[in-house]
């Protein structure tokens, strides 16, 4: 893996984006601060400058078809709770891809893929990981930090480093059906609210909230979820669900 590390850029994913003919396969670039940086939903993603790691990975898969794209962001969700379990911080995946210790959030992922015919010629694969900042001054919700967990201090250059062997090897296993496969037991294994318990959910664009439980994910992405009310099981494609917290 190659680590390209930028003192400051608007978005690590827009720079690999257009650098991507001119950067070799798992080049990681990192920002020590990102000006605008992507988080899902195009919401923005915080961080204080030099506390963190946040970076693009430019990933060209091999073997790995369109429809299964999801493996890939299987992988990267994996590759990150191993790096934390690693740190002795126990998290779980909320589906699709964001990363929780708790009810708190500690990482977010966005990945873009581009296309050609048949194949997916690069993965454009963001990360944000809460690493040494203390305070959080945005309105999001609920985030923590490695350092506000353990109370240690971080180096974010072995940080990068443990991540990108983790991704190394996590990536890896999606060019083979029995890696994906593998690759979608994990996940499951460690979706967050997976644990069979009713829990809060809203349908995108309604105020209602019904209690569900989480039933499946399908190897394509999408995720099942039994209303506890009526006993129906529907399933949603990113963005069609909304955990509530």
């Known amino acids: 893996m190659d680590f390209l590390l930028l003192e400051q850029v608007d978005s690590t994913n827009s720079y690999v984006s257009h650098h991507a003919a001119s950067l ?44 299964e794209q999801f493996a890939i962001s299987e992988a990267t969700a994996l590759a990150v709770a191993d790096f934390l379990e690693e740190n002795g911080i126990s998290a779980a995946v909320k589906w699709p891809n964001d990363i929780y210790v708790g009810d708190r959030k500690i990482a977010g992922i966005l990945i873009e893929h581009s296309l050609t015919g048949s194949a997916i010629t690069d993965s454009r694969i963001g990360v944000g990981l809460n690493v040494n900042q203390l305070e959080f001054r945005s309105d999001a919700p609920n985030p923590v930090s490695m350092r506000q967990l353990t109370g240690q201090d971080y180096d974010i250059s072995r940080t990068a480093a443990r991540v990108g062997a983790h991704l190394d090897r996590r990536l890896a296993m999606a060019s083979t059906p029995e890696g994906r496969e593998a690759l979608h037991t994990g996940f499951r294994s460690r979706l967050w609210r997976g644990d069979g318990g009713a829990y809060p959910f809203r349908r995108r664009g309604e105020e209602e909230i019904f209690h569900g439980v989480i039933t499946g994910v399908s190897l394509e992405g999408p995720l099942s979820v039994c209303d506890n009310a009526t006993g129906e099981t529907s399933e949603f494609m990113f963005k069609e669900v909304e955990f509530v917290l």
């Open 24 to 67: 070799a396969d798992m080049t990681m670039v990192i920002a020590d601060a990102q000006t605008a940086g992507r988080g899902q939903r195009g919401n923005s993603w915080e961080s204080e400058p030099g506390k963190n790691l946040t970076f693009t990975l430019l990933h060209r898969p091999k073997g790995v078809l369109p429809r």
